[in-house]
């Protein structure tokens, strides 16, 4: 085992420092090593690096009560060992020789159990016992992410993986960037991971994923189809297939002032009708995303539907004004044929009538049109979509 770091010489202080005696001397001591991380020289740069380091985990071993109470007990262990006798009596013949502890399966029976803090002290204990194993620094990151530590458990996935790379590591490591919203390194390791077990949809599947949050949806859906193409048979490939593009129909619509969404152009309702109707047709859209993907479908379908829209704040007078302007146009369109043709009444009677059909169609194509036209002239759009 490697050697028994003192924390409190870290720190300067005394084994007695009260807690903010504790925190103050962290606040130092970051102060003066974050200076001099800006060294001259490389090796002056990582020493103080290492310092930063120790002075982090310094202040999560002394400020937790119980990891503070089993370091002391350690420092106490050292000291009494280091005043026993340099050659101690022979133990008696026949006595067992005593079984080396087992960290490493400690550690695993403490995370198996639920309990992080005891899985991350026997977790460390195995990596100084076998630094060069890659397990212990993977079960000391799981420790770490169960506690919420996020940093640390970055730094422990990146050593498992220099010691073994196993798709495994690579899967703990990019959950971890995505927590810490780093999702262009939490992409990379995934793809590192699809290269690692090709047969494995999980991986690209979840690069997907990290795509679609990134915005990227139309690579997103690309890598999906062609793994719906590989692995015709897997429903979670299908399912995640229908997830992204269920985002992208509802990233591509307009945000209105309520907080809404809507399709409010052509463009939308069709992007919006095609994703959809891709998405119900796959066998992996069951329960909750099925009923978005339902309730995406009826409010296209409701944004296509043909609705009479009037000007808006008329006032009396002048929504009679225009009923009257539509009758005299009606009544012109009939009466100025006839009274061209006066020898030939069914001629002019013919005229008329395709001139009134003529405002009629004029005006169902000025006041009747798809409710997202409607939508989008009103001024409700807050922000529009793509």
């Not at 002394?62 to 340099?86: E, F």
Request: charged share 25%; proline share 7%; glycine share 6%.
């Amino acid at each position: 085992m490697t050697e028994l770091i003192n924390y409190y010489e870290i720190l300067d202080l005394d084994a007695a420092a009260e807690t903010a005696d504790i925190e103050r001397a962290v606040k130092v001591q970051q102060r003066k090593w974050q200076q001099r991380q800006l060294g001259p020289t490389v090796e002056r740069q990582r020493q103080a690096e290492d310092r930063i380091r120790l002075i982090d985990r310094a202040q999560q071993e002394l400020l937790d009560p119980l990891r503070r109470r089993r370091h002391d007990a350690d420092l106490a262990a050292a000291a009494a060992a280091a005043a026993a006798p340099a050659h101690p009596p022979p133990p008696a013949a026949g006595s067992p020789t005593p079984a080396p502890v087992d960290w490493l399966g400690r550690a695993r029976g403490f995370l198996q159990a639920g309990d992080a803090e005891s899985a991350a002290y026997a977790a460390r204990e195995a990596t100084e016992q076998r630094p060069g194993e890659a397990q212990a620094w993977a079960v000391r990151g799981e420790a770490s992410r169960a506690m919420g530590r996020t940093r640390e458990a970055l730094f422990e996935f990146r050593e498992a993986l220099r010691l073994d790379r196993q798709p495994e590591y690579l899967v703990h490591l990019a959950g971890e960037l995505e927590k810490a919203g780093r999702l262009k390194e939490a992409l990379e390791a995934w793809h590192d991971a699809a290269g690692l077990a090709p047969t494995q949809p999980v991986f690209p599947m979840n690069a997907a994923r990290v795509l679609a949050r990134q915005g990227e949806r139309a690579e997103a859906v690309a890598i999906l189809e062609e793994l719906r193409r590989r692995f015709p048979d897997r429903p979670e490939v299908a399912g995640q297939l229908a997830w992204v593009l269920s985002e992208r129909v509802q990233a591509s619509w307009s945000v209105l002032h309520d907080g809404s969404s809507t399709p409010t152009t052509a463009r939308q309702v069709e992007v919006a009708q095609r994703d959809l109707a891709e998405a119900l047709a796959l066998p992996g859209a069951e329960g909750p995303l099925t009923e978005r993907l339902l309730a995406q479908a009826a409010e296209v379908e409701r944004a296509t539907r043909s609705v009479w829209t009037f000007p808006p704040r008329a006032t009396g007078g002048q929504r009679w004004l225009r009923r009257i302007g539509w009758f005299l146009l009606a009544w012109f369109s009939v009466a100025i044929p006839q009274s061209m043709f006066p020898r030939a009444e069914w001629l002019g009677t013919v005229l008329g009538l395709l001139c009134l059909a003529a405002v009629v169609w004029g005006f169902v194509k000025l006041y009747r049109r798809p409710r997202w036209q409607t939508v989008a002239k009103s001024g409700a759009v807050a922000r529009p979509g793509i």
